[in-house]
């Protein structure tokens, strides 16, 4: 995921002022984390670092708790668990991993052997496999590097005492995450599902789903059927996700089969929970047209930068898209997929 591609998400839901069903209790924050109660004992869980990181979603239980997506370091992952501890004292059991993608996976190593970690078949196959070389850490890796440097070059040139101040205080946060991702040795899930699977605890009933291939070919969302809530990971977003690893021709049927749960509010695995199912509908449209935009071009022979440069979108303005042309990695992706790439 790009930084352009982050902010953009960042400032577009930020506009959209989704607003939260929650139960109305405060939020709880600790010295890491803001937790937002979004049904009874369910918790959306987000670091008050200001950098970029996955959602999580903490599930209390009678007798314990259960996490999905474990942030994307594991020194992240360690002040998540920690932050826990500060609203319950039940142990974690499980933690769910709805995707490979280093910002939701790379903190699994915080949670240690006695936690059954559950994801798709095809994430313990990535994870399993080299996960430090797939592109979507690479490209992570490398941003975090370019924007230390730049960081550095800034500082180099100011001489105001205010931003000097906030120049050293984000170097001090990059550069901290750089010496985190350091430490990461992935760890796959040891449990796997390949459709559904149904964990039942105490009176809570939490299903897992995968619905099809769309963020990645092992999406997992977590369905709480009682309270009528859907983790989609970043599967389901109020506006687009990021394509680099997708499946946009599949992508809109994959949602139709989410649609189809009994859900009020969508908690996604980057920004604020909706409720607007509406949302969904333009989303789907978003990607069929992407898709057969891009598609005629690659059948034209038209070079995957030009047709990035040139796909007419605009007519999606809902979702805030105003300018002509579409994300180049999203592209790519698209044309490697015409061209039989899994």
């Not at 370091?73 to 998540?80: A, F, I, K, N, Y």
Request: proline letters at 4%; a negative charge.
């Amino acid at each position: 995921m790009t930084a352009r591609f982050r902010a953009r998400c960042v400032a577009f839901l930020g506009a959209l002022g989704i607003a939260m069903a929650a139960t109305g209790a405060e939020p709880v924050e600790t010295d890491t984390h803001r937790f937002e109660e979004v049904a009874d004992g369910v918790f959306l869980a987000r670091t008050k670092a200001p950098l970029f990181n996955s959602n999580s979603l903490v599930i209390v239980n009678a007798e314990d708790v259960l996490v999905v997506d474990s942030h994307i370091t594991p020194r992240m992952g360690r002040e998540l668990i920690a932050s826990i501890g500060e609203i319950t004292s039940k142990p974690i059991t499980t933690l769910v991993n709805t995707h490979f993608h280093y910002d939701h996976a790379h903190g699994n190593q915080a949670f240690g052997p006695d936690v059954a970690i559950i994801g798709h078949e095809y994430t313990r196959m990535k994870m399993a496999g080299d996960p430090l070389a797939e592109g979507t850490f690479q490209r992570g890796k490398v941003g975090d590097e370019r924007q230390l440097a730049g960081l550095q070059e800034q500082l180099a040139a100011s001489s105001d005492a205010e931003e000097r101040a906030a120049l050293e205080a984000r170097i001090g946060w990059v550069t901290k995450r750089i010496e985190a991702t350091a430490e990461i040795a992935p760890v796959p899930p040891d449990v796997t599902l390949n459709e559904r699977m149904t964990l039942f605890r105490g009176d809570r009933e939490i299903q897992l789903h995968f619905l099809g291939r769309a963020h990645t070919a092992g999406d997992v969302s977590v369905y709480l059927p009682r309270e009528k809530l859907l983790y989609s990971g970043d599967m389901m977003f109020a506006g687009i996700s990021w394509l680099g690893d997708g499946y946009v021709n599949e992508w809109p049927e994959t949602l139709e089969r989410a649609k189809a749960l009994d859900f009020e509010l969508v908690v996604p695995g980057h920004g604020p929970p909706f409720s607007d199912r509406s949302r969904i509908d333009l989303v789907q449209a978003y990607y069929r047209d992407l898709w057969s935009g891009v598609a005629a071009l690659h059948a034209q022979g038209v070079d995957a930068a030009s047709a990035a440069a040139t796909v007419d979108l605009t007519h999606h303005r809902a979702l805030g898209v105003e300018q002509v042309g579409a994300a180049t990695l999203a592209v790519e992706r698209i044309y490697a997929v015409l061209e039989g790439a899994e």
